[in-house]
């Protein structure tokens, strides 16, 4: 008598999988997504699924946390690689024009379009988002903070709403990507971005 195995095949590519899920959900959004499109994309069953990531909310947030280590990577590489504040600065956006137009996956930044639209019953995905984007304002105000410290701002510099500045160029960026910017053009509003940086006085 033969037994019949359940669960994922044993060809399944658990980091494979994950990258078709998060391209879904990145073009399509949380709520857009459904279970049954991530299984066609991710090319296993439904209890595959379950049992390799749990639920689709389970999954979501995996695919989130990989985002951040690969495709939305680049921010934090560019304001931790440059020699000072203002240039990394300008490296994040000057980066984010490139990535958030890149061809070779959807347009923008999953962290800031997936839960554009949700209901009652996936406000906490939209929280969830909301609280990543506003860890990153966090996190643009103490590299701010340091600056200033360091007299790379002039003393008087309001870096909680410089902070908020950039966030909010960054999310524009990416819905501009999303309206079907160029990269050049994204380029160009980085550089135009960049003018408003305070000079400390000589």
């Not at 590489?77 to 020699?83: F, V, Y």
């Not at 997936?114 to 506003?134: F, G, P």
Request: hydrophobic share 40%.
């Amino acid at each position: 008598m033969t037994t019949t195995k359940r669960g994922r095949p044993r060809s399944f590519d658990r980091d494979a999988a994950l990258v078709q899920a998060t391209l879904l959900f990145w073009q399509h959004g949380y709520e857009g997504t459904s279970v049954s499109d991530l299984t066609a994309a991710m090319g296993i069953s439904p209890p595959s699924l379950y049992a390799a990531f749990g639920d689709k909310r389970t999954l979501f947030v995996e695919v989130v946390d990989r985002y951040g280590d690969t495709f939305g990577a680049f921010m934090n590489k560019a304001l931790d690689d440059a020699s000072d504040t203002r240039t990394g600065f300008a490296d994040m956006l000057e980066a984010a024009a490139v990535s958030y137009t890149d061809p070779h996956h959807p347009a923008g930044c999953l962290v800031i379009t997936a839960a554009t639209n949700y209901s009652t019953q996936t406000a906490d995905i939209k929280e969830d988002l909301r609280e990543r984007r506003v860890a990153n304002v966090r996190s643009f105000e103490e590299r701010l903070n340091a600056a200033r410290a360091g007299g790379a701002l002039p003393e008087g510099t309001d870096t909680r709403a410089l902070a908020v500045y950039f966030a909010a160029v960054v999310q524009g960026m990416s819905q501009q990507a999303r309206d079907g910017a160029s990269t050049a053009e994204l380029q160009q509003v980085a550089e135009f971005a960049m003018a408003i940086w305070p000079e400390p006085a000589s």
